[in-house]
T-cell receptor, first 112, second 113 residues
Framework: DQQVKQNSPSLSVQEGRISILNCDYT??????FLWYKKYPAEGPTFLIS?????DKNEDGRFTVFLNKSAKHLSLHIVPSQPGDSAVYFC???????????FGAGTQVVVTP | NAGVMQNPRHLVRRRGQEARLRCSPM?????VYWYRQLPEEGLKFMVY????????ESGMPKERFSAEFPKEGPSILRIQQVVRGDSAAYFC???????????FGPGTRLTVT
């Protein structure tokens, strides 16, 4: 029962251009959404989050957009840099216990 | 301020042996979560613990798996009689009172031969 879905397993983008990562969810009870970045052989590191009462949150080069009616969120990275090459996970929380539900991840490769 | 520590980083066990994975949360954090990542998949929640209490173990397999977070010392994820399907990366995360701010350790990669 995959409640958080990332349908693009990989994304290749040129350095300096925009990376757009997409995430869909099925559970309308989710009230907080997060993006994590993961390098090989390391744990996920928190990138940016958004509450369900907002539709946009921005932090430097990273912006997350939430469309609740479509149950869809996206992460924009602009401009993309070589160090952004990693796997990006979308995650969601719906209860106070903070049990994160993760998508399968999107591998981003930023090319020179 | 040290981050979340996990050890060992790599663990190799033969089928039928026991695996013990340890997690030391960040200083000041009293909430610990264990997640498992199978190859080509995202992380899956296993269990959520506070000191001396299991709060939510809805993601734990019913048999062979157990977790604890004692008053003193690290949290332990124990897998008895390991099978090849247990091979995965096991990640621990910790948080303070804001349970949506979880900090992850580097993971333990378990290989069952």
């Amino acid at each position: 029962d995959q409640q958080v879905k990332q349908n693009s397993p990989s994304l290749s983008v040129q350095e300096g251009r925009i990376s757009i990562l997409n995430c869909d969810y099925t559970n309308s009870m989710f009230d907080y959404f997060l993006w994590y970045k993961k390098y090989p052989a390391e744990g996920p590191t928190f990138l940016i989050s958004i509450s369900s009462i907002k539709d946009k949150n921005e932090d430097g080069r990273f912006t997350v957009f939430l469309n609740k009616s479509a149950k869809h969120l996206s992460l924009h990275i602009v401009p993309s840099q070589p160090g952004d090459s990693a796997v990006y996970f979308c995650a969601a929380i719906f209860d106070s216990w903070g049990k994160l539900q993760f998508g399968a991840g999107t591998q981003v490769v930023v090319t020179p | 301020n040290a981050g979340v520590m996990q050890n060992p980083r790599h663990l190799v066990r033969r089928r039928g042996q026991e695996a013990r994975l340890r997690c030391s949360p960040m200083k000041g954090h009293s909430h610990v979560y264990w997640y498992r990542q199978l190859p080509e998949e995202g992380l899956k929640f296993m269990v959520y613990l506070q000191k001396e209490n299991i709060i939510d173990e809805s993601g734990m397999p019913k048999e062979r798996f157990s977790a604890e977070f004692p008053k003193e010392g690290p949290s332990i994820l124990r897998i008895q009689q390991v099978v090849r399907g247990d091979s995965a990366a096991y990640f621990c995360a910790s948080s303070g009172e804001r349970t949506d701010e979880q900090y992850f350790g580097p993971g333990t990669r378990l290989t069952v031969t």
